[in-house]
């Protein structure tokens, strides 16, 4: 295996023109042949560098739209042949073939066609066959073919050449055959995913999913995993599209907690106010509206002040100077907004260990969208849980009706419970959680663990009674028994919201009846695992 090639002559068949003529012009600047096609010739040849069009090559024009122009003997063996053997050198000088040792090509942009909501017959017309085809040519004989795939590698691919005077390194080509079989897979994988929605197949045969690296991470939850960050090109505002403004890179469960925190925090529509949720891994251990968003924030904060340290803030109005000075009084993580004022950033600018990160805009959390989790031997898919609930959809199962504050508390506290690790209990008192218990192999024990907290946090307030009291409770799913909604009357709940449907609600509907208990069913449940 020859380790360095020289470039003699290259094919160049970009979508993208960005960089295209820097790249042109270098390249013939180190005495490299051009080939080219359609615009791509076009722009090269208007700057005035030396370019052949590929139909003087094969000797036919592009035809059918463009469909047809380097599907050909004379493109795909200059990609395919094999240099050292003496067969594939033969034939190609009984057939005219010349070498092309380096091929640029970037795909039609069929993904940027399908984001803007193109029609049907669109987006076909821009599944590219040419470019993968010469693409997965050119990488599998990487033993002497250089192929580039994305703009950000021109630059890498002039450094080598420089480096190497004319010539590639076999470990630069391997680099480069991997890069632009992943381009492919995730080209195909994009096209894929398109059509299974188009055609309404939610469990198509197969499933590809694609990322493009964002980070590569010091370490996964713990320091002897490693880790690295992908994103799937949605333009969803979140963590992924966010801009970090200051503070050291995020780690794998700053990722995770921040983003559990923002989809939180889009719960809560900026039009009716400002809302703060505060995650603990992965957790909230305070959520709050308020009348100003540092209001909203001290009272998120007054939950569980103890979690809350170290923890992830999420905002949904721009952060201001006043609920960037409160949030400065305690060691946090990560703050991730909307936006953030010229003042609140100057504030921030003083915790150099603190993350500000800004998303333009806050996520719409009824939008369509997939998770994935890894099992061993394969994958778990489904749809995001944005399922919502309105008053209208509520059934009052007991005697006594909620009140309207009441009411007010148990939506908010149904769409905290949504992001409460599973068995979820949530305790909601004028707009802000007062306790929370996540994670637990009981119920039961959920109600008393949000309810023991609400005690805790009462003492370090310096209130007489436990904040849990003249409260309402969230249950992310049914109540098996009537124990954990008497531990939450106890706790001095007066109203209870959850899904509905064990074999024992009558039970648990008598028992609220005979605790002075409101009882609403909402006939959805919200498992978080």
Known sequence: ????????????????????????????????????????????????????DVADVTGFPEMMDGR????????????????????????????????????????????????????????????????????????????????????????????????????TSHAFRQKMAQRAYARTGAYDAAVSTWMANALNKSAPRRRVVAGELAQSLRYGENPHQSAAFYVDGSDRPGVATAIQHQGKELSYNNINDTDAAFELACEFDPAAGPACAIIKHANPCGVARGATLVDAYRAAFDCDRTS????????????????????????????????????????????????????????????????????????????????????????????????????????????????VKSNAIVYVKDGATVGVGAGQMSRVDSCRIAARKAQDMAETLGLPVPLTQGSVVASDAFFPFADGLLTAAQAGATAVIQPGGSMRDADVIAAADDAGLAMVFTGMRHFRH
């Open 1 to 52: 295996m020859t380790d360095l090639v020289p470039l003699r002559r290259a094919l160049i068949s970009v979508s993208d023109k960005t960089g295209l003529i820097d790249l042109a012009r270098a390249l013939d600047g180190a005495g490299v042949e051009l080939l080219s096609t359609g615009g791509s010739a076009k722009a090269i040849r208007d700057a005035g560098i030396p370019v052949r």
């Open 68 to 167: 047809v122009k380097t599907l050909h003997p004379m493109v795909h063996g200059g990609l395919l042949a094999l240099r050292d053997n003496d067969d594939h050198v033969a034939a190609m000088e009984t057939h005219g073939i010349g070498a092309i040792d380096l091929l640029v090509v970037n795909l039609y942009p069929f993904e940027e066609t399908v984001a803007k909501g193109a029609d049907y017959d669109t987006c076909v017309e821009n599944i590219d066959i040419g470019g993968p085809a010469m693409i997965r040519a050119a990488a599998k004989n990487h033993g002497f073919v250089t192929t580039v795939v994305d703009v950000e590698d021109y630059e890498e691919l002039l450094g080598e050449i420089a480096a190497n005077e004319g010539q």
């Open 308 to 419: 809350a340290f170290g923890g992830i803030i999420a905002l949904n109005h721009t952060l201001d100077k006043d609920t960037a000075l409160e949030i400065s009084n305690i060691f946090t993580e990560v703050v991730i907004a909307p936006d953030a004022t010229q003042e609140a950033m100057e504030i921030f600018a003083a915790k150099k260990n603190l993350r500000l990160l800004t998303t333009g805009a806050m996520a719409d959390p009824r939008q369509a969208a997939m998770t994935i989790r890894q099992v061993s031997g394969g994958y778990l898919v489904q749809d995001k849980d944005n399922g919502h609930i309105g008053i209208d959809d509520l059934q009052v199962v007991t005697k006594r009706a909620p009140t309207d504050a009441e009411m007010a508390d148990l939506l908010f506290a149904w769409k905290v419970a949504k992001h």
